[in-house]
């Protein structure tokens, strides 16, 4: 079964980085393209980063263009969030997330706090 585990969060201060991990497991992962979403307390979940399946084609959204890198390594199952120039309004909780099968499937997140 599609199985996909965030690790890497924190809390960090203002200006700092993080970066997450995402390991997925139960498909064929160099085969799909792969999301990064957020949500925060009280928020709806949104859209970070998308990468192609073979990584030849990213978009972010415009919240975090600039400062935020999505990238994957297909030879260990792996997507990867670098995350630079935290702001508070960047907590919330991550989330991994493939659309296989004509359905969406998530981690259980990853929980990021940017204060001093």
């Known amino acids: 079964q599609v199985q996909l585990v965030e690790s890497g969060g924190g809390l960090v201060q203002p200006g700092g980085s993080l970066r997450l991990s995402c390991a997925a497991s139960?498909?064929?992962?160099?085969?799909?393209?792969m999301r990064w979403y957020r949500q925060a307390p009280g928020k709806e979940r949104d859209m970070v980063a998308f990468?192609?399946?073979?990584?030849?084609?990213?978009n972010y959204a415009d919240f975090v263009k600039g400062r935020f890198t999505i990238s994957r390594d297909n030879a260990k199952n792996t997507m990867y969030l670098r995350m630079n120039s935290l702001k508070p309004e960047d907590t919330a909780v991550y989330y991994c997330?493939?659309?296989?099968?004509?359905?969406?499937?998530w981690g259980q997140g990853t929980q990021v706090t940017v204060s001093s």
């Open positions: 997330n493939v659309y296989r099968g004509f359905k969406d499937y």
């Open positions: 139960g498909f064929t992962f160099s085969s799909y393209a």
């Open positions: 990468i192609s399946s073979a990584a030849d084609s990213t």
